[in-house]
């Protein structure tokens, strides 16, 4: 199933959101969830989405930086916590939930997480550069946190004034 992408201005996407309970883990609807969640970020030629990108509060992302050239570098990250972050880079990014929208954002060049996959089991990833900032963007997700947040207040104020003439037009739902 591929789902609608929830835009800026939903407030689900300001939402810190509730861990996945242990029971939920093995279950089919899990897995099922993890696999529409590509399939969405697929779709939308992504290379990280995050639960409330999708409406839900629960703490999963999924991220591939080969954006599904190879499936080694699928990432499934429920309940992730950062453990480390190394350097720092300033590159352009942009979200699902804010499309058209670009700006620099300052990250740390190397991030380690601790996350657990989708059957449960405790991983450890360290990932430099794009895979770096993956981690972090979808991770400030989970906690309601967008990249527009981590921008000047002056280019944040203008891609919302931005926003609110295309919603006025009708092209941003």
Same mark, same amino acid.
């Given at each position: 199933?591929?789902?609608?992408?929830?835009?800026? &201005?939903?407030?689900?996407? %300001?939402?810190?959101?509730?861990?996945?309970?242990?029971?939920?883990?093995?279950?089919? $609807?899990?897995?099922?969830?993890?696999?529409?969640?590509? !399939? @969405?970020?697929?779709?939308?030629?992504?290379?990280?989405? !995050?639960?409330?990108? =999708?409406?839900?509060?629960?703490?999963? @992302?999924? =991220?591939?930086?080969?954006?599904?050239?190879?499936?080694?570098?699928?990432?499934?990250?429920?309940?992730?916590? =950062?453990?480390?972050? $190394?350097?720092?880079?300033?590159?352009?990014? &942009?979200?699902?939930?804010?499309? &058209?929208?670009?700006?620099?954002?300052?990250?740390?060049? +190397? *991030? @380690?997480?601790?996350?657990?996959? %989708?059957? &449960?089991?405790?991983?450890?990833? *360290?990932? $430099?550069?794009?895979?770096?900032?993956?981690?972090?963007?979808?991770?400030?997700?989970?906690?309601?946190?967008?990249? =527009?947040?981590?921008?000047?207040?002056? +280019?944040?104020?203008?891609?919302?004034?931005?926003?609110?003439?295309?919603?006025? !037009?009708? $092209?941003?739902?």
């Amino acid at each position: 199933m591929i789902y609608k992408i929830v835009k800026y &201005g939903n407030p689900v996407l %300001e939402v810190v959101c509730e861990p996945v309970a242990d029971s939920e883990f093995g279950k089919s $609807e899990l897995k099922q969830l993890v696999a529409d969640m590509f !399939a @969405t970020m697929y779709a939308a030629k992504g290379v990280g989405l !995050a639960a409330p990108q =999708i409406g839900l509060t629960k703490r999963i @992302t999924v =991220i591939d930086p080969s954006s599904g050239e190879d499936p080694l570098q699928r990432l499934v990250l429920i309940n992730p916590e =950062i453990l480390s972050k $190394e350097g720092s880079l300033s590159e352009e990014e &942009g979200c699902l939930s804010i499309p &058209g929208f670009r700006e620099p954002v300052n990250r740390a060049k +190397k *991030t @380690t997480v601790r996350a657990k996959n %989708e059957h &449960g089991a405790w991983i450890e990833v *360290t990932g $430099e550069d794009l895979l770096s900032r993956a981690i972090q963007h979808e991770n400030d997700h989970l906690d309601g946190i967008l990249f =527009i947040h981590r921008i000047s207040p002056l +280019k944040r104020d203008i891609i919302r004034r931005k926003i609110r003439k295309l919603e006025k !037009a009708g $092209e941003w739902e």
